[in-house]
């Protein structure tokens, strides 16, 4: 039993308790039974332990290192006081090779990565730590200017779990921002006085989730690097601890990556239906700049209109994104007034013309309906992009009915899907499956229920989408158009 804290091996891991000692060491302190079990079973480097002698025996931990070869000394009392931090030692302290690794060293798959800035205080920090393996975090990253990752508190609060996942050490947060950003990952700043809430954003999609200091919350400049800032809703206390905050963070961001909400799905889909429209505007205006003075005034004027046609594309989804949110979060204002639904159409049909697509034809008669007219376009803009991609041949027929109820039908020959896929038409979907305008259709369905209405499909030789809303309608005549 040693009982000098003057041993050299007693004195070689006290220096530790110091940060510049560890630094020159590279080595740290961890006490208790389950973190020193942890460090051990994540194959960590342990050089020592050291524990107290009980009637029971040594602690469990003890042998499991005896087991691995990890050399064990039995201390005094006396001697287990100097090594800890803690009032009452738990009876066991190992010595651990620093676990930290650099930032390009982290899973280029990585989708959720908590990043500390100016975190101070040990025990939230070592919290954020242990809630970041408990939601399946892929790394976690301690700023420069936040408490050392080492520091005996920081390594107590996170129970184990510093042994578990990726932690990246001393960062300079704007290459943090660059090099995560560079992975695909979106940068989300938390901010208690942001206007979206955790249940609102998208936080499914990889994302890095920047916390600031406990008192004083992310500076302006940490906020600025964010692509979105985003808060806890809190009905009735006045703050939230923030290891407390940060934790729902990670949950909410686990529950949405577990399939909890569909919009992170939505917005998945969505971004590859806008990859296409983006591409083309990219290549039309860079050739634009490099060969201005080779090409004709018709090549020019062509490729203007591709960029034109491109951009009322990308305003569509984006448009449908910002419904989706605000249907998912129960925020959507309709701006009712009385619309002519073939009105709607007749406007809409002269505007969506476009080289290349199918002819578009409608008939029908007028129907008064309280609607949201921009709301209408939307509907009526998902479902004929969905005909036009599930069906091949002919036009897409629009036809305006007012009886039984006003109706909306959108039809074109020849599907190219079965009844069975045909149901599936109106979920969220995941990037990359090909499925044109499926992001569009899951939209339009929830303004649809918005209205009190509903859209449908149908499959029979043809495939046909039909928005119905509430009420007769009035018909004002029965001319075609």
Not at 250 to 255: D, I, M
Not at 286 to 300: I, K, P
Request: aromatic share 4%.
């Amino acid at each position: 039993m040693i009982t000098s804290s003057a041993n050299k091996r007693v004195a070689a891991a006290v220096r530790l308790k110091k940060r510049a000692l560890r630094d020159t060491d590279r080595r740290f302190l961890v006490e208790g039974t389950r973190a020193v079990r942890e460090a051990l079973d994540c194959g960590a480097g342990v050089s020592a332990i050291f524990y107290l002698d009980s009637r029971s025996g040594p602690d469990p931990a003890v042998h499991a290192a005896r087991r691995r070869g990890v050399p064990a000394f039995s201390v005094s009392p006396e001697v287990m006081g100097v090594l800890t931090s803690t009032v009452t030692p738990q009876g066991v302290v190992a010595v651990v090779d620093f676990v930290d690794l650099p930032l390009r060293d982290i899973s280029p798959d990585a989708r959720l990565v908590p990043v500390l800035v100016r975190v101070r205080d040990p025990g939230n920090a070592g919290t954020i730590l242990r809630s970041a393996d408990a939601a399946g975090a892929d790394a976690v990253v301690f700023t420069g200017s936040s408490v050392d990752l080492y520091n005996p508190k920081t390594v107590r609060a996170t129970a184990g779990s510093l042994f578990h996942l990726p932690v990246v050490r001393d960062a300079e947060l704007g290459a943090v921002v660059e090099g995560l950003r560079g992975r695909g990952l979106a940068i989300v700043a938390a901010s208690a006085t942001a206007p979206t809430t955790v249940h609102q954003a998208d936080l499914g999609r990889p994302t890095a989730v920047l916390f600031g200091n406990e008192a004083h919350g992310l500076a302006d400049d940490a906020l600025g690097l964010a692509d979105q800032a985003v808060r806890v809703p809190i009905r009735r206390a006045e703050s939230l601890n923030l290891a407390a905050a940060a934790t729902v963070f990670l949950f909410e961001s686990a529950r949405q990556r577990a399939g909890g909400t569909p919009l992170g799905r939505v917005v998945s889909g969505a971004a590859h239906d806008i990859r296409s429209p983006l591409a083309a505007i990219r290549g039309f205006g860079s050739t634009l700049l490099r060969m201005w003075d080779r090409l004709g005034d018709e090549q020019r004027l062509s490729m203007v209109e591709g960029i034109a046609s491109d951009a009322v594309r990308m305003g569509t989804i984006v448009t449908q994104l910002v419904d989706a949110a605000r249907l998912e979060s129960g925020t959507m204002e309709l701006s009712l007034g009385e619309v002519d639904l073939l009105d709607v159409v007749r406007s809409f049909a002269d505007q969506a013309r476009q080289p290349g697509a199918p002819d578009m034809r409608f008939s029908g008669e007028s129907v008064l309906v309280t609607a949201d007219v921009e709301r209408l376009r939307s509907i009526l803009a998902a479902m004929v992009e969905a005909a036009t991609w599930w069906g091949q041949d002919g036009p897409v027929v629009v036809d305006v009915r007012a009886l039984p109820d006003p109706r909306i039908r959108v039809r074109r020959e020849r599907a190219t899907l079965d009844r069975e896929v045909a149901s599936e038409l109106f979920g969220p979907r995941p990037e990359g499956t090909g499925q044109g305008s499926k992001v569009g259709l899951f939209v339009a369905r929830g303004l649809a229920e918005a209205h009190g209405g509903r859209l449908d499909v149908e499959v029979d030789g043809g495939v046909s989408f039909e928005l119905r809303l509430p009420g007769k309608g009035s018909s004002l005549d029965s001319q075609p158009p």
